[in-house]
């Protein structure tokens, strides 16, 4: 099964439209909040899923070779942080141990904007995830078009997309 899964990882990857090299990591590190998340399997990120995150800063350091996530998650209405350190592997993969394995990947990012993908094995089922995050509360309706192309690009539907800024109450 992990051979099955790291070749489809190759797959997306390499099918990626921006790879590694072509994200800035000057336009990574500051602060964001998690505006948008979207899933094939919907119910890990509703509100009290287990990979409903509410980020608050992203650093990068080395030229992206180590990214340090700052996030909130919400357990039984109650906001968790915690804050992890990511090492890159090969193809631009991070990844997590988080309510099981998490190979991540920036795929977009601008001044504004930065788009996480994600696949989350559980030992049962393997969910793609994209996380959208921004500087500030919202996206313009550019932002958005781009962030519903990117899902289309893998397979996401975009009627799967959840506002998640609306549900952040968690501490700054």
């Known amino acids: 099964m992990k051979v099955v899964f790291l070749t ?22 500051g602060e964001w909040r998690t505006i948008y998340v979207a899933a094939d399997n919907k119910e890990k990120v509703v509100e009290g899923g287990p990979l409903r995150c509410y980020n608050r800063q992203i650093e ?4 992206c070779e180590y990214l340090l996530i700052s996030f909130y998650v919400k357990f039984d209405g109650r ?16 990844v997590i141990e ?33 996380e959208a995050s921004a500087r500030g509360t919202s ?17 996401i539907p975009n009627e799967n997309i959840d506002n998640v800024i609306e549900t952040d109450n968690c501490p700054p």
Do not use: M, W
Not at 104 to 127: A, M, R
């Open 8 to 29: 489809l990882l190759l797959g997306l990857v390499c099918g990626a439209q921006e790879t590694p090299a072509e994200i800035d990591p000057s336009k990574v590190t």
């Open 60 to 63: 990068c350091k080395n030229d």
């Open 79 to 94: 906001c968790e942080f915690f804050s992890e350190e990511l090492k890159r592997q090969e193809g631009g993969i991070y």
């Open 98 to 130: 988080f309510a099981g394995t998490n190979y991540l990947q920036i795929i977009h990012v601008t001044d504004n904007i930065l788009v996480f993908y994600f696949e989350n094995d559980d030992g049962q089922k393997i969910t793609k995830i994209t």
């Open 139 to 155: 996206f313009t309706q550019e932002e958005l078009q781009k962030y519903q192309e990117l899902n289309s690009e893998r397979g």
